[in-house]
């Protein structure tokens, strides 16, 4: 049973314009939700993070909400580039008997067109 | 640069050969990673080791073995593998605790012939 779903398996965005990615979770114990990027044969690349006492992070283009009563996260990139084209996964973590457990939803690819 | 060091990045092998990945963090981190990436499927988490512990064993067939001999270096040998398990192996670290981002390793492309 997948825990993090991401169920948008592809977007696809004008340059300079707002990328929206979505994510939803299902375990309430879950309480640090991030986001990696991937290009293809490269591992996963983090890039923002948010913890659940919060319900926004910024950083530079990227933006994180969390809603944690729907359970659900979104990442915002604005203006999109070109060179965010790739696969974003989200992800959300938990801890469990001293280590982080990570689940992480099947990624959705951004393509910004030029 | 993440800090996570794997080898080789490809790897094709034959079902009956026996061969190894290899992954190193510098870090710091206690817990380390075995995912595996398959075309169109999450990220699925193999195993777990905590300062050297397995942790967690995600029901991973016996034919994937894994080996942390210390808190910096993790393994996964490999031995008579099936086609279906050619992917992609990515190794991560992090460290334990709220709050904590998990980092990977470029991945080692792994065919199975």
């Known amino acids: 049973d997948q825990q993090v779903k991401q169920n948008s398996p592809s977007l696809s965005v004008q340059e300079g314009r707002i990328s929206i990615l979505n994510c939803d979770y299902t375990?309430?114990?879950?309480?640090?939700f991030l986001w990696y990027k991937k290009y293809p044969a490269e591992g996963p690349t983090f890039l923002i993070s948010?913890?659940?006492?919060?319900d926004k992070n910024e950083d530079g283009r990227f933006t994180v909400f969390l809603n944690k009563s729907a359970k659900h996260l979104s990442l915002h990139i604005v203006p999109s580039q070109p060179g965010d084209s790739a696969v974003y996964f989200c992800?959300?973590?938990?801890?469990?008997?001293?280590?982080?457990?990570?689940?992480f939803g099947s990624g959705t690819k951004l393509n910004v067109k030029p | 640069e993440t800090g996570v060091t794997q080898t080789p990045r490809h790897l094709v092998m034959g079902m009956t050969n026996k061969k190894s990945l290899k992954c190193e963090q510098h870090?710091?981190?206690?817990?380390m990673y075995w995912y595996k990436q398959s075309a169109k499927k999450p990220l699925e988490l193999m195993f777990v080791?905590?300062?050297?512990?397995?942790?967690e064993n995600n029901s991973v067939p016996s034919r994937f073995s894994p080996e942390c001999p210390n808190s910096s270096h993790l393994f996964l040998h490999l031995h008579t593998l099936q086609p279906e398990d050619s992917a992609l192996y990515l190794c991560?670290?992090?460290?334990?605790?709220?709050?904590?981002?998990?980092?990977f390793g470029e991945g080692s492309w792994l065919t199975v012939v």
């Open positions: 080791y905590n300062f050297k512990e397995q942790t």
């Open positions: 375990n309430s114990m879950f309480d640090y």
């Open positions: 992800a959300a973590s938990a801890v469990l008997y001293n280590f982080n457990k990570f689940y």
């Open positions: 870090l710091g981190h206690n817990a």
């Open positions: 948010i913890s659940s006492i919060k």
């Open positions: 991560a670290s992090s460290q334990g605790g709220t709050g904590n981002t998990i980092y």
